[in-house]
């Protein structure tokens, strides 16, 4: 396998969480289990077999690698990918995709969908996707992945098997929609994009971004600017149910070692086990 990128992997409960994610570098994150990803500021070599996208906002550490990622499967003759991305920016990627086109002679086969924040997107029967405003310094978005499950009414729970089928036959809806927020993906934001969308902290696995993290950073900037610093999760410890939260999307100011040291300090047990850096 190429490597292109300096992925970094963990496993959680079945699922794999790959990315590699760094401010005004590169962001990019799959699950691959899932078959969806988040953000295409990088197309690692391995991420091309993923063939449906969520891309947060149009900054190019977020969406440069689009047409790239489009070429490839085009290349290893997959099928068209699909990308969500801000309704906006959907013709000026297609006309995007039409230059690169003329200068590299080669087709560019790819669906682009363009979504707002509160939206619904189903995925499969399993699985649904809703979007929420993030507040950054252009039109941002969150994603939820929700796992959907039929569930048995509980006034039909003692019934035998024939009377149920029975029931379903003559129409009666026995059963309803469960849903459990799996994943929540914070791409650049304020702590905004977590409080006023407070499922996110109830997601099994949440993936966030956690730019800045020296105490001597003046956090006024940094929400201004679109973006969390790491006291914005200290304030809001008690808040966090994920079992996993892997943070990334660092400033390039802090090397791994760094890094480690200032969560380290905040957090001395890494938010009982759970909390992940990529660095
Ligand atoms: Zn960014
Ligand atoms: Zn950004």
């Known amino acids: 396998m190429v490597n292109n990128v300096g992925l970094k992997k963990i496993e959680f409960d079945g699922y794999t969480i790959e990315g590699y994610s760094r401010a005004a570098v590169q962001t990019c994150w799959r699950i691959p ?3 969806l990803g988040f953000d295409l500021g990088a197309q690692p070599w391995e991420f091309m077999g993923t063939p449906v996208w969520f891309v947060s906002h149009m900054h190019l550490d977020h969406c440069a690698a689009l047409p790239v990622y489009v070429a490839r499967r085009r290349m290893m003759k997959m099928d068209p990918p699909v990308i969500y991305l801000p309704k906006k920016s959907v ?3 297609y006309a995007i995709l039409k230059l690169f086109s003329s200068l590299d002679r080669g087709r560019l086969p790819v669906e682009l969908i363009g979504i707002e924040p509160g939206e619904e997107i189903e995925l499969s029967r399993e699985l649904v996707v809703t979007t929420a405003k993030a507040f950054h310094t252009v039109p941002a978005m969150s994603f ?29 809806e026995i059963s309803r929609e469960v849903r459990m927020p799996l994943v929540g993906y914070l791409g650049d934001s304020s702590p905004r994009g977590l409080d006023e969308n407070p499922d996110m902290y109830l997601a099994r696995i949440l993936i966030t971004e956690m730019t800045f993290l020296s105490p001597d950073h003046r956090k006024e900037i940094i929400h201004k600017n679109g973006h969390m610093h790491l006291d914005d999760y200290v304030e809001r410890a008690d808040r966090f149910q994920n079992e996993i939260i892997v943070a990334g999307h660092l400033s390039t100011r802090y090397n791994r ?3 480690i040291r200032f969560v380290e300090r905040a957090f001395p047990d890494w938010m009982n086990n759970r909390l992940n850096l990529f660095v």
């Open 33 to 35: 289990e899932l078959k």
């Open 144 to 172: 939820l992945v929700w796992d959907r499950r039929k569930k048995l009414r509980p006034e039909f729970a003692d019934l035998p098997g024939d009377q149920l089928r029975n029931l379903k036959m003559q129409g009666t």
């Open 257 to 259: 070692k760094q890094a």
């Open 91 to 93: 013709d000026p990627f």
